[in-house]
């Protein structure tokens, strides 16, 4: 069965860190681009980041560029989003999903997780 599970989320305290973990199972992840979106209360899904298939390229939103990190263990199919200094903006559902390349469109990825909550704030 073709699914993606995130774990990892939780409350922490601006400025903090948490790495967030995203298991893909049913399908090589080495062929799919994989992206990390986060939706927040009353807000539509946004684009967080982007792992390209071969793991070569990596995108980021302005708002997270150079504070959060995504890799790839191919091995074990584990797509991971380190996440450091925190805000309480960054507070959101997070979820991962595959699409062919890494468009910055939620529309085109598919087979969404059911995702993970992650809250900032003191």
């Known amino acids: ?38 939706q927040a209360p009353g807000k539509e899904r946004e684009a967080v980041a982007c792992l390209s298939y071969s793991g070569g390229i990596k995108k980021y939103s302005d708002s997270v560029k150079g504070r959060f990190i995504v890799s790839r263990n191919h091995y074990t199919k584990m797509i991971f989003l380190q996440m450091t200094s925190l805000k309480p903006e960054d507070t959101g559902i997070y979820s991962c999903a595959r699409a062919r390349v890494c468009p910055s469109e939620a529309g085109s990825y598919e087979y969404w997780g059911q995702g993970t909550q992650v809250t900032v704030s003191s």
């Open 1 to 38: 069965q073709l699914q993606f599970v995130e774990s990892g989320g939780g409350l922490v305290q601006p400025g903090g860190s948490l790495n967030l973990s995203c298991e893909a199972s049913g399908f090589t992840v080495d062929y799919w681009a994989i992206g990390w979106f986060r």
